[in-house]
Each structure stands twice: as structure tokens, then as C-alpha cells.
């Protein structure tokens, strides 16, 4: 006879994870999930995906099951970033927040998608999310706006960087 | 005249200049006035950069406020996307005192403090509550007559309600009341509270969501679809063209940002708009044009 815990049905919950993401901006909202499904009905990305689904992503977050949620099968780039389970959640959970904490992980890896790195990369070395170029001023000068302003990238550089003042890195 | 530091964001400006100049020519003549932010940044995004660390995300966003706080005066955006990373980030920053005290120590090392004095308003709530919808309609000199106008919100100016405080996320009302202010007809189609799936990274989701979408605003028979954040004018402008070929649709309605339907109503010229830019030119507001130059003569 097996006892429990060596039945392998039986989920265990990888703490060491969750602890991990509770360090993110927002990431330890997700205990106060209680499964009730408010999220689902909204959601754009489970309405037009079979495998999306932000009460199943906010389970696994409370098993803290790490492979389903950032290995090579993650669906958390699924989401649209719209909100609508953020306005629902009556726990006030932030399920949207608790995903892009799981992105705030998985980037934190190398883990992003290219296309969403490309965009991440434009605005570490411009300061925008659209590079500059002479012919965006041009366009701007056919309706008298003023060409773009200089973005301070020494400031932006240094608030990107985590180390605290007077460390050395 | 009331003051407002303008923060234009990346896409506008760049992409779009003609959103920005509707905006500062029709402004003024709500008694509303903007203040150049030197020294901006991006917002930073709230899809991409906040999804790579939220922190840093935090940081930046900060540091934009506080070119604000500097001159005193309250934030208005026009991007949805850049409306949400800032009022996320002054809501977040003022609920929780060790998340602001850890953005300080960032701060700190640029010689700048985060107080949280400046507000940020998304510029339609700013045309609605501080000038309101009956100096608007004073201020038009061309009504958009018999202009039938598909609404769509998108994401991030209603939701979430309790940071963006603009309308009810279940029934809102701003962007009707706007476009009825401009004597034109707006129309909610049945997907009207469908997003426009920006952010999605699987294209089968967003194709998908924008064709039941597109779908909806076609069966109204809309002259133009009304939008008021730049992200999503891209889906429906260039995206339209794609969804159209993709699910073989006769699909034409030419999305149009609020501040240039303004524009026009407000007696600009159709050919200073800059329409010619868009892949589906609005070119059924032209009759504006004719009305005003009937009119004059």
C-alpha cells in the first residue's frame, strides 16, 4: 500500500517559487485567489484560445508549478493585457499583474519572445519604443509641430540599473 | 485658462503626428492649455518594458511624473497605453509606501524625488470635465451631420476603473457623448467592448477577436470607427487590411482619432489632417469640407 505522498496524483506546491514571485512588484496578491472563475468570463484571450485561461494560470501560480507556467509550453504571452480580470477579480488579485510578474521571471531568464525583446531593447538605448529617425522629424515639420526632444538617456540608464548608489558593480 | 504638462508618449508623436497636431490646434479653443514636458521618456510601455521588470518600469514612469510635479501642473496623456503606466504608477506609488520609498532610491541616484503631487488625466476626461461637452459643441463650426460613428473604447482607458476613474467599464458614455458633441451619430456596435489584441503574442487570437470585431462595426453600416487610443487605431487601420484579405471580408470603415474628428468639426481643412497617410483614407468626411466652403461663399 502507498501512502499519499507517494501518489503521484498529488500535486506539491513548490513554495520556493511562489516566494519568488511574491518579489516581484505586485506577485504575492496571487494567494488571495480563491479559484472562483470571475476572470474567465471576460478574458478576450480565453475566448479565442483553448489553451488560455487566466483561472487555470492563477492555479498553477498558487501550486507554484514553474515548467507549466514558464517552460516551453507557457501561455502567459497569450494574454492581452486588457484588464478585464483585474476590473472582475472580486479578490482584487490583479490575475493581468500576476502574469506579467511571471513575464518579470521569465525575462529575467532570457525567456521573452523576440518581438517582444526588440521593443524592450528600442527603449533601453532610445528612451522610446519607436527609434528616432530624420524623417519622423520631417513628418512633424509638414504640421509645424517641433522636432522630438532629447530623452536624458544617462537618467534612464541609471534608474534601469537595480544596483544601489555607491555599490560597485 | 487651465494648464496641463502634455505627455505625448512615443506612438503619437512618432507615428502619428497629425493626432498631435488635432490636439494642440483644438485644445486652445476648449480654454485648455498644454505645457511641453522636456526631458520626457517613453511611458515606459505598459506591454513590453513593464513586462521585462516592473520595477525599472516603475522607476521611469516616476521620473516622467516628476518632470510634472516640477511645473506644478497635472498630466494629460492621449495614448491609453501611456494613461495607464502613469496612473498605475501614481495609484500603486501612493497605496503602498515601501514600493515608493524603493522608487526613491532609484530616483535618488538621478538627484529626483517621486512627492506624487501631479495627477494623470487621460485627455478625453479632460476635454469632458474641464471643458464639458456643451463648449465643445459651442466650439464646433462645422457639425459632422448624418456622420455615423462605430465606437470603440479599448482596454485601458476604462479598465482598470478604480486607477483610470474615467467612466463605467460596463456602460460608458464619454466617447458617445464626444462624438455627439461634434453633431455626429455614434453607433455601439454589438463587440464594442472587445480589445483590440495589441499585446497578444499568438495571432490567431487577435485575428480572430478583430475580425468578430470588424464584423459587428460593418453590419452597423459605420462611416468611420471613432478611436481614441493610438494602439488600437493601428490594429483597425493597418490591421483591417490584413483581416479583410485573411478571412476574405469586404471591410472599409476607416478608423479616425477623436482629435481629428474634432479638428474638422472645429473647421480644419480635410487635406491638413493628414488622412492621406492612413491605409483606409476617411475620405467620406470630405463632404465636411463642402458644407464649409458653401457656407462662406
Keep these: 500500500m502507498t501512502s499519499k505522498n507517494e501518489d503521484n496524483d498529488i500535486v506539491k506546491v513548490d513554495f520556493a517559487f511562489k516566494r519568488l514571485l511574491a518579489e ?23 475566448t479565442y484560445s483553448e489553451d488560455f485561461n487566466p483561472r487555470e494560470i492563477m492555479l498553477k501560480v498558487l501550486y507554484g508549478l514553474e515548467d507549466e507556467l514558464l517552460g516551453s509550453e507557457s501561455v502567459i504571452w497569450e494574454c492581452t493585457n486588457c484588464y478585464a480580470c483585474h476590473e472582475r477579480c472580486p479578490q482584487q488579485v490583479k490575475p493581468v499583474e500576476i502574469i506579467i510578474s511571471l513575464k518579470n521571471m ?20 532610445t528612451g522610446r519604443t519607436v527609434p528616432y529617425s530624420p524623417a519622423i522629424d520631417k513628418q512633424r515639420a509638414k504640421f509645424g509641430l517641433k522636432p522630438l526632444g532629447d530623452v536624458p538617456m544617462d537618467e534612464i540608464q541609471a534608474l534601469l540599473d537595480s544596483t544601489p548608489e555607491g555599490e560597485v558593480t | 485658462m487651465k494648464r496641463f504638462a502634455f505627455f505625448p508618449g512615443c506612438l503619437i508623436p512618432a507615428r502619428h503626428p497629425a493626432m498631435e497636431f488635432a490636439i494642440r490646434a483644438t485644445l486652445p479653443k476648449l480654454d485648455i492649455e498644454l505645457v511641453d514636458l522636456e526631458g520626457a521618456s517613453c511611458c515606459p510601455d505598459p506591454i513590453y518594458f513593464k513586462s521585462k521588470d516592473k520595477l525599472s518600469w516603475l522607476a521611469v514612469a516616476a521620473r516622467n511624473l516628476c518632470l510634472a510635479e516640477d511645473l506644478g501642473v497635472d498630466v494629460v496623456t492621449n495614448c491609453s497605453g501611456c494613461t495607464a503606466t502613469l496612473s498605475e504608477t501614481y495609484h500603486l506609488l501612493a497605496d503602498e509606501p515601501e514600493l515608493k520609498e524603493q522608487v526613491n532610491q532609484r530616483l535618488a541616484k538621478i538627484g529626483r524625488t517621486y512627492k506624487g503631487t ?3 488625466r487621460h485627455i478625453a476626461t479632460v476635454v469632458r470635465d474641464e471643458a464639458g461637452y456643451e463648449a465643445i459643441r459651442a466650439s464646433v463650426t462645422h457639425p459632422l451631420r448624418d456622420l455615423k460613428v462605430a465606437i470603440h473604447y479599448g482596454c485601458h482607458l476604462l479598465k482598470p476603473s478604480r486607477i483610470m ?16 458633441a461634434l453633431g455626429a451619430e455614434p453607433v455601439r456596435h454589438r463587440n464594442w467592448y472587445l480589445c483590440c489584441g495589441k499585446a ?49 471580408e469586404d471591410y472599409h470603415t476607416p478608423a479616425v482619432y477623436y482629435f481629428q474628428l474634432l479638428a474638422l468639426a472645429q473647421g480644419i481643412p480635410y487635406e491638413k489632417l493628414g488622412f492621406e497617410k492612413q491605409r483606409f483614407k476617411p475620405t467620406v468626411l470630405q463632404r465636411f469640407d463642402e458644407v464649409a466652403a458653401v457656407a462662406e461663399a
Excluded at chain 1, 516581484?24 to 480565453?46: K, S
Aim: hydrophobic share 35%; with cysteine; proline share 5%.
Design chain 1, 106 to 125: 521569465l525575462a529575467a531568464r532570457g525567456g521573452a519572445p523576440d518581438a517582444v525583446n526588440k521593443v524592450i531593447t528600442t527603449f533601453e538605448t
Design chain 2, 165 to 180: 476613474n474615467v467612466d463605467n467599464p460596463d456602460d460608458p458614455s464619454v466617447l458617445e457623448n464626444l462624438i455627439r
Design chain 1, 24 to 46: 516581484t512588484v505586485e506577485g504575492d496578491l496571487a494567494n488571495f485567489c480563491y479559484q472562483c472563475g470571475a476572470c474567465v468570463g471576460d478574458c478576450p484571450a480565453a
Design chain 2, 200 to 248: 497578444c503574442q499568438n495571432e490567431d487570437i487577435p485575428n480572430n477577436m478583430m475580425h468578430d470585431l470588424l464584423g459587428s462595426v460593418h453590419d452597423e453600416k459605420a462611416d468611420v470607427l471613432g478611436m481614441i487610443c493610438p494602439t488600437c487605431f493601428g490594429q483597425f487601420d493597418h490591421g483591417q487590411m490584413k483581416i479583410a484579405k485573411l478571412f476574405d
Design chain 2, 118 to 120: 501631479s495627477k494623470v
